[in-house]
């Protein structure tokens, strides 16, 4: 879907139409000797913002969090769908955990630390480079459209406006799974949704408590979301258009999201239960 | 939902109580526990009732599946409802996995995850037939599970990779998840798995039915024997992107069987589908034209699609022409040389082999040390594909005689060297020559040597 898929069509040739079996051949002729069914594969963008104001707890709250997240999301894609992970901070610069995404099995967070100032746009923009089919999408096999989590508690520095328009040209942002997390008063809700496209996959958190569970609420409705394919007919009894089913994961994740947050906001329920 | 502590009791509808003792794992419609109920272990299935349409409608069904009992034992059925919460959840209580079992799902990933619970690493452990004998018996198994069900009149509506359990060294098969099962032409919600689902479902102009049980069948059997997508090559592939649009597409009103003859536009893409493309050149044509058969003409004609027992009978030929060659080579005899309507000769070693020909069947079965009679070819409406009646041995007295040893509980009449018919009794066994004829069933089915 991205513009650069165009040129890989080229890549992909049709299996030889050679049906005269030649029985002496050298090949493998195991009925068993099967590899692996080929997956379709989904990365997870983390993009976290790392500026000054994110040290002390918030940042301790959040590498804690993600140390634990990884096993839950491992369990989610261990069927039939291979997940990787991406990890980009933004702070004065921009910078991958990894150099390329790193599949979940394999994936250790490495602890951040904060300091400087909210390069947003920048960070969009280098989301909009690597998720290419020449870069960080390359799986060689079906993808399913990226689930990307920004995670921020301030205003940014520099024009995320230019950086989002940048953004908002790639088809992979466009069909993925777009969720946000707004960390304490400074954090602008309404601007995150500009980078969601709705307001249905932000969320807020204004402590550390919070902070944990709406990582663990967003994370791991997006990776249960971004790596099963819909099912497609739900309450249908007519054909389904294009239009009909148009980013109807994106929907499922706003319900899902607003469905388990509001359960957060009752007190009856303790913080260890809805997961 | 509400979710259930370990160590938390749980009602069951007819009395007693159920202990929660662990968390086994989670689907799109709720958790399973690992419970204790009458000092044994069960899996205890609990909804998340939340997510579905009629509670009370679904429970009733899975009470009414309860009452009716499994159509056989290749089912791992529901055995007790519990009772309600306050808030309406409930769950029911099934036989666990035996531990001789692996998830389809890992058969097809030729591997499972073992977690190490102290450290949390993930360990690959290799999972596959040890076989192509027991992988032929899961396909029969596969088909005849769903032929006894479609003939209690139900439907399995959601038939796709987790739904089932094999043992990789026998061919046993498992049914689970057997909550969806319904009275055919009923359906409480589920539409079922993308990829296994009949494209009209996903067009969403069907709902899921024993017409549509029967595609999602030829999907698992597909998968089973060729480890790839029928739907899934190079048309599918330049998509890159598997869009919501590019699904109903795909698996909808454009689905394209990836070996359709008629039309090539996706084929498997090396590479990605290697197994696919490897396997396709190894099966007999009558297993080709009838996944040929379902998905081109079945994709989009409910009644083109084949019956359980179409499948059943054919596999139970394919697994009587495997040969195991004495150079290692195990393989059907479309991969062999065929020599003569009556002998293949193996490509690689020169082996020959000599068949046997059976009164009631075309095909012939290949002769080779440890080559099998199974009570199924004698009996065409018995569910039994696991019990053998006779094989093929060398003699132990003297080396290098072949003979066809009686395993069965039946004598049989056989026609040995010198002319005369003689009883062979259970345990006994008839050299392998020229004029060899047997007579299983008092004589209505016919074994002979002769080309």
């Given at each position: 879907?991205?513009?650069?898929?165009?040129?890989?069509?080229?890549?992909?040739?049709?299996?030889?139409?050679?049906?005269?079996?030649?029985?002496?051949?050298?090949?493998?002729?195991?009925?068993?000797?099967?590899?692996?069914?080929?997956?379709?594969?989904?990365?997870?963008?983390?993009?976290?913002?790392?500026?000054?104001?994110?040290?002390?707890?918030?940042?301790?709250?959040?590498?804690?969090?993600?140390?634990?997240?990884?096993?839950?999301?491992?369990?989610?894609?261990?069927?039939?769908?291979e997940v990787k992970v991406a990890v980009l901070t933004f702070s004065t610069g921009v910078k991958w955990m990894y150099s390329e995404p790193v599949a979940i099995e394999d994936f250790e967070w490495s602890r951040l630390s904060a300091s400087g100032v909210t390069s947003m746009g920048e960070a969009f923009k280098e989301l909009s480079l690597r998720m290419s089919r020449n870069s960080f999408l390359n799986s060689?096999?079906?993808?399913?459209?990226?689930?990307?989590?920004?995670?921020?508690?301030?205003?940014?520095?520099?024009?995320?406006?230019?950086?989002?328009?940048?953004?908002?040209?790639?088809?992979?942002?466009?069909?993925?799974?777009?969720?946000?997390?707004?960390?304490?008063?400074?954090?602008?809700?309404?601007?995150?949704?500009?980078?969601?496209?709705?307001?249905?996959?932000?969320?807020h958190a204004y402590s550390g408590n919070q902070l944990a569970q709406m990582i663990k609420i967003v994370a791991v409705t997006a990776s249960q979301i971004g790596s099963k394919?819909?099912?497609?007919?739900?309450?249908?009894?007519?054909?389904?258009?294009?239009?009909?089913?148009?980013?109807?994961?994106?929907?499922?994740?706003?319900?899902?999201?607003?469905?388990?947050?509001n359960k957060n906001d009752s007190d009856d329920i303790s913080f260890d239960s809805g997961w | 939902?509400?979710?259930?502590?370990?160590?938390?009791?749980?009602?069951?509808?007819?009395?007693?109580?159920?202990?929660?003792?662990?968390?086994?794992?989670?689907?799109?419609?709720?958790?399973?526990?690992?419970?204790?109920?009458?000092?044994?272990?069960?899996?205890?299935?609990?909804?998340?009732?939340?997510?579905?349409?009629?509670?009370?409608?679904?429970?009733n069904n899975i009470k009414k599946n309860i009452d009716d009992g499994a159509p056989s034992n290749k089912f791992l059925w529901p055995r007790y409802l519990t009772k309600s919460l306050s808030d309406g959840s409930f769950g029911y209580l099934m036989?666990?996995?035996?531990?001789?079992?692996?998830?389809?799902?890992?058969?097809?990933?030729?591997?499972?995850?073992?977690?190490?619970?102290?450290?949390?690493?993930?360990?690959?452990?290799?999972?596959?037939?040890?076989?192509?004998?027991?992988?032929?018996?899961?396909?029969?198994?596969?088909?005849?599970?769903?032929?006894?069900?479609?003939?209690?009149?139900?439907?399995?509506?959601?038939?796709?990779?987790?739904?089932?359990?094999?043992?990789?060294?026998?061919?046993?098969?498992?049914?689970?998840?057997?909550?969806?099962?319904?009275?055919?032409?009923?359906?409480?919600?589920?539409?079922?798995?993308?990829?296994?689902?009949?494209?009209?479902?996903?067009?969403?102009?069907?709902r899921p039915d024993v017409q549509t049980d029967k595609y999602s069948l030829a999907v698992v059997l597909f998968k089973l024997l060729f480890r790839g997508d029928p739907l899934e090559g190079e048309k599918v592939v330049k998509d890159v992107c598997l869009t919501e649009a590019a699904e109903l597409s795909h698996y909808g009103a454009n689905a394209q069987f990836v070996y359709d003859p008629d039309d090539d536009s996706n084929r498997p893409v090396r590479g990605i589908h290697d197994n696919v493309i490897k396997f396709w050149r190894m099966y007999p044509d009558y297993v080709k034209d009838a996944f040929i058969r379902s998905f081109t003409v079945g994709l989009t004609d409910p009644g083109k699609r084949l019956i359980e027992k179409e499948w059943q009978q054919l596999f139970i030929r394919l697994r009587s022409e495997v040969i195991a060659c004495p150079c290692g080579r195990k393989n059907y005899t479309s991969m062999f040389k065929k020599v003569d309507d009556a002998t293949y000769e193996c490509p690689k070693c020169g082996t020959v082999f000599s068949t046997l020909k059976f009164s009631n069947r075309e095909s012939r079965m290949p002769l080779y040390i440890g080559s099998r009679i199974y009570e199924c070819e004698l009996d065409p409406e018995t569910d039994?594909?696991?019990?053998?009646?006779?094989?093929?041995?060398?003699?132990?007295?003297?080396?290098?005689?072949?003979?066809?040893?009686?395993?069965?509980?039946?004598p049989w009449r056989v026609k040995m060297p010198d002319g005369m018919f003689y009883d062979i009794e259970p345990g006994k066994g008839c050299p392998i020559w020229q004029g060899l004829e047997i007579q299983f069933k008092n004589g209505m089915i016919t074994a002979s040597v002769e080309p």
């Amino acid at each position: 879907m991205s513009k650069n898929s165009k040129d890989n069509k080229n890549d992909v040739k049709p299996a030889a139409v050679d049906n005269d079996l030649d029985l002496f051949d050298d090949f493998d002729d195991d009925p068993l000797s099967a590899t692996s069914v080929s997956r379709k594969s989904l990365v997870i963008f983390f993009v976290i913002d790392t500026s000054g104001s994110m040290k002390g707890t918030k940042i301790g709250e959040l590498n804690t969090v993600m140390e634990e997240l990884i096993p839950e999301i491992r369990r989610v894609g261990e069927a039939d769908t291979e997940v990787k992970v991406a990890v980009l901070t933004f702070s004065t610069g921009v910078k991958w955990m990894y150099s390329e995404p790193v599949a979940i099995e394999d994936f250790e967070w490495s602890r951040l630390s904060a300091s400087g100032v909210t390069s947003m746009g920048e960070a969009f923009k280098e989301l909009s480079l690597r998720m290419s089919r020449n870069s960080f999408l390359n799986s060689p096999s079906l993808s399913f459209a990226p689930v990307i989590f920004l995670m921020t508690d301030g205003y940014p520095s520099d024009d995320y406006k230019e950086g989002l328009k940048v953004l908002s040209a790639n088809s992979w942002y466009k069909f993925g799974l777009k969720a946000a997390l707004g960390i304490g008063n400074e954090a602008n809700d309404e601007m995150l949704a500009e980078f969601t496209g709705t307001p249905d996959t932000v969320v807020h958190a204004y402590s550390g408590n919070q902070l944990a569970q709406m990582i663990k609420i967003v994370a791991v409705t997006a990776s249960q979301i971004g790596s099963k394919s819909m099912t497609l007919a739900d309450q249908n009894d007519a054909e389904l258009s294009d239009e009909d089913v148009y980013a109807s994961k994106q929907k499922m994740l706003g319900q899902q999201i607003q469905e388990l947050v509001n359960k957060n906001d009752s007190d009856d329920i303790s913080f260890d239960s809805g997961w | 939902m509400t979710d259930l502590k370990i160590g938390q009791e749980v009602e069951l509808e007819y009395g007693g109580r159920a202990t929660i003792t662990g968390i086994i794992g989670s689907g799109g419609q709720g958790v399973v526990y690992s419970a204790d109920y009458n000092s044994t272990s069960w899996a205890l299935k609990w909804y998340d009732i939340t997510k579905m349409k009629d509670p009370q409608q679904f429970k009733n069904n899975i009470k009414k599946n309860i009452d009716d009992g499994a159509p056989s034992n290749k089912f791992l059925w529901p055995r007790y409802l519990t009772k309600s919460l306050s808030d309406g959840s409930f769950g029911y209580l099934m036989e666990l996995k035996p531990d001789t079992f692996d998830t389809f799902v890992d058969i097809l990933n030729t591997y499972k995850l073992k977690v190490d619970p102290l450290t949390g690493k993930a360990m690959k452990q290799d999972v596959r037939f040890t076989n192509l004998t027991s992988m032929i018996t899961a396909a029969i198994n596969i088909a005849n599970a769903f032929r006894q069900l479609h003939r209690a009149g139900k439907s399995y509506q959601d038939l796709n990779d987790g739904g089932f359990f094999i043992n990789v060294d026998t061919g046993a098969v498992l049914v689970c998840d057997c909550d969806n099962i319904a009275p055919d032409g009923s359906n409480f919600g589920i539409g079922g798995k993308p990829g296994y689902m009949a494209p009209e479902i996903v067009r969403g102009v069907a709902r899921p039915d024993v017409q549509t049980d029967k595609y999602s069948l030829a999907v698992v059997l597909f998968k089973l024997l060729f480890r790839g997508d029928p739907l899934e090559g190079e048309k599918v592939v330049k998509d890159v992107c598997l869009t919501e649009a590019a699904e109903l597409s795909h698996y909808g009103a454009n689905a394209q069987f990836v070996y359709d003859p008629d039309d090539d536009s996706n084929r498997p893409v090396r590479g990605i589908h290697d197994n696919v493309i490897k396997f396709w050149r190894m099966y007999p044509d009558y297993v080709k034209d009838a996944f040929i058969r379902s998905f081109t003409v079945g994709l989009t004609d409910p009644g083109k699609r084949l019956i359980e027992k179409e499948w059943q009978q054919l596999f139970i030929r394919l697994r009587s022409e495997v040969i195991a060659c004495p150079c290692g080579r195990k393989n059907y005899t479309s991969m062999f040389k065929k020599v003569d309507d009556a002998t293949y000769e193996c490509p690689k070693c020169g082996t020959v082999f000599s068949t046997l020909k059976f009164s009631n069947r075309e095909s012939r079965m290949p002769l080779y040390i440890g080559s099998r009679i199974y009570e199924c070819e004698l009996d065409p409406e018995t569910d039994d594909f696991i019990t053998v009646v006779g094989e093929l041995v060398e003699n132990k007295l003297k080396p290098g005689v072949l003979g066809l040893k009686n395993v069965s509980d039946t004598p049989w009449r056989v026609k040995m060297p010198d002319g005369m018919f003689y009883d062979i009794e259970p345990g006994k066994g008839c050299p392998i020559w020229q004029g060899l004829e047997i007579q299983f069933k008092n004589g209505m089915i016919t074994a002979s040597v002769e080309p």
